[in-house]
């Protein structure tokens, strides 16, 4: 076996607040290795609490990478993860052939994994018509537009926001097709093995999770962080759960509780879609949230030693 063929990348998976960063620093101090950050909410340096970024005490533990490295207003997107991602592993490989890769942002995962999916180009005056619709009509007309010609992408994307939903939306508009059936068609060869943790729970604990982390977040000053950010409420980094809720509650749409259960309702609707997401994947080694991590690293183990 040379090291070309041992290097591996073990990447964690699931739900949010499911206890993926835990396991990682794990893992990472198991096999003294970095950490790869694959949570498109947690690049940026202006988000801490709404984004559930890892502790001070959780980011020393082991070496991160793509925690809080941008600025909302830095135009960034999954194509330039792939390409910084690829690139920072090219040079950890090389100090250790085992790294790890954690995150629930399933599109992100997908583009370092296998790459990215290949899409027609769409006339960009489809565009500029979902844009009036999205100002005249609200967001709800679109995701009813997807619910219609794509549910698969409308139980897996991240319909709250505007602009995934109108990249799926010009795609099907465009060609005449589903934005799901361009997904996922051909692999891109990678130089390194995978093996997919991924951790779950049941349904009810799950969003048990999530609601006590969102009742956390508020007590750690979320609706301060919100505020701060609320002059720049447009930027395509903030169209997030957890901000959009107390940004409506700052306009006077909605009161306080209510912002509050929405971001617990909106969570749990996003775990479901993680869930809905990673599903379709044969490849991922499902355990569930409270599984010792020595278990896990057991299984780990047994399966580096068939590559």
């Known amino acids: 076996m040379n090291s070309q063929q041992t290097k591996t990348l073990i990447t964690i998976v ?62 960034y997107n999954v194509g330039q993860f792939e390409r910084d991602s690829l690139k920072t592993l090219e040079f950890l490989f090389s100090k250790n052939p085992i790294q790890i890769m954690v995150g629930g942002s399933g599109l992100y995962v997908n583009a370092v994994l296998n790459g990215l999916d290949d899409f027609p180009e769409v006339d960009a005056s489809i565009r500029e018509k979902l844009k009036q619709e999205l100002q005249e009509k609200g967001i709800a007309y679109l995701q009813s537009q997807l619910k219609t010609l794509d549910i698969e992408s409308f139980e897996t994307i991240a319909i709250d926001n505007p602009h995934r939903i109108m990249r799926a939306l010009e795609i099907c508009l465009g060609t005449q097709k589903p934005y799901s059936s361009f997904k996922n068609k051909q692999k891109q060869a990678r130089d390194f093995n995978t093996i997919l943790i991924g951790l779950t729970a049941e349904r009810s604990e799950i969003y048990s999770r999530i609601n006590q982390r969102v009742d956390h977040m508020m007590q750690k000053g979320l ?12 930027l395509n980094a903030l169209q997030t759960v957890g901000y959009r809720e107390l940004f409506d509650y700052f306009d006077g749409k909605i009161t306080l509780d209510f912002a509050i259960e929405e971001i617990k309702k909106n969570t749990r609707r996003f775990a479901k879609r993680q869930l809905t997401w990673f599903r379709k994947d044969d490849r991922i080694l499902w355990f569930d949230y409270k599984t010792n991590s020595q278990l896990i690293i057991k299984a780990i183990s047994e399966r580096l030693a068939t590559f």
């Open 14 to 75: 699931g739900p949010t607040a499911i206890g993926k960063t835990a396991l990682s620093i794990e893992l990472a101090n198991h096999f003294n290795c970095d950490i790869i950050s694959c949570d498109s909410r947690q690049f940026y340096k202006e988000m801490t609490i709404g984004t559930a970024v890892p502790e001070p005490e959780e980011l020393t533990a082991a070496t991160h990478h793509f925690i809080q490295n941008i600025s909302i207003f830095e135009d």
């Open 223 to 234: 609706l301060e962080e919100a505020k701060k950010l609320y002059p720049y409420k447009n």
